[in-house]
T-cell receptor, first 113, second 113 residues
């Protein structure tokens, strides 16, 4: 199993600013995944982060808006840039998930005002 | 890519009755099918999963069935209790730790005492 520490747990931000979310895993993992969960909705994959290479983004998500870093096998960050109220969501990082149980961070509840 | 459809979106049952949630998937190469329970304000928690080499799996009051030919799988909760009230998500992926999960839209289950 994996334990993921995600922070911040919540934040209220002004529109036009950026927020960086961090995820720290207690073991080395090849891939980390970032999801967005809009209010009352399901989890939508933003991107897959592989250490040592650029993240792979899903349709509808772009690097300029959601830059991701993956400096080592236990850590990743997601930045939500130039925020607008539509970015208000819960953001979750995850590891594993394909062959075994997926583990999630606690989530970051972002409110943009 | 994979597409997962989930029904119903909301479900109300009397305490002690059974609840059934159904999902279909599109990618015939998917072979890992987990179910997650998400309580308000919390991260998704795995409750049961099934792989394509198995048709049914049971864990106490929870069971999952899989029909690979028809590409659908179902969650069955028997003897429901008020604490079963939550949002349930099905998901699907290929059998690889490097493959992210694709989630259904979720079912809000309410168990009425």
């Amino acid at each position: 199993s994996a334990v993921i520490s995600q922070k911040p747990s919540r934040d209220i931000c002004q529109r036009g600013t950026s927020l960086t979310i961090q995820c720290q895993v207690d073991s080395q993992v090849t891939m980390m995944f970032w999801y967005r969960q809009q209010p009352g909705q399901s989890l939508t994959l933003i991107a897959t982060a592989n250490q040592g290479s650029e993240a792979t983004y899903e349709s509808g998500f772009v690097i300029d808006k959601f830059p991701i870093s993956r400096p080592n096998l236990t850590f990743s960050t997601l930045t939500v840039s130039n925020m607008s109220p539509e970015d208000s969501s819960i953001y979750l990082c995850s590891v594993e998930g394909g062959a075994t149980e997926a583990f999630f961070g606690q989530g970051t509840r972002l409110t943009v005002v | 890519g994979e597409n997962v459809e989930q029904h119903p979106s909301t479900l109300s049952v009397q305490e002690g009755d059974s609840a059934v949630i159904k999902c279909t998937y599109s990618d015939s190469a998917s072979n890992y099918f987990p179910w997650y329970k998400q309580e308000l304000g919390k991260r998704p928690q795995l409750i049961i999963d099934i792989r394509s080499n198995v048709g049914e799996k049971k864990d106490q009051r929870i069971a999952v069935t899989l029909n690979k030919t028809a590409k659908h799988f179902s969650l069955h909760i028997t003897e429901t209790q008020p604490e079963d009230s939550a949002v349930y998500f099905c998901a699907a992926s290929r059998n690889s730790g490097n493959t992210p999960l694709v989630f259904g839209k979720g079912t809000r289950l309410s168990v009425i005492a």
